[in-house]
């Protein structure tokens, strides 16, 4: 499925990822985005800023430029 989208230039959303590991594999296998409990759970609308400056700082440290 996954070299079927890539061939028809789509993105390839993983849904459902609880996990770390999942996460991993996800992105290995070639995932362009990702949703689940990996990423968050369930928020009131008005935690959500802040959860995307948490994630981009996060995302920005792993990558060395945080």
Request: aromatic fraction near 4%.
């Amino acid at each position: 499925m996954v070299a079927m989208a890539q061939e028809l230039d789509l993105k390839i959303v993983a849904e459902g990822v609880e996990t770390i590991g999942e996460q991993c594999e996800v992105i290995r296998q070639g995932a362009d985005v990702i949703q689940g409990y990996a990423i968050a759970r369930p928020m009131p609308g008005h935690d959500i800023p802040k959860w995307v400056e948490k994630y981009h700082s996060l995302v920005g440290h792993a990558r060395g430029i945080g």
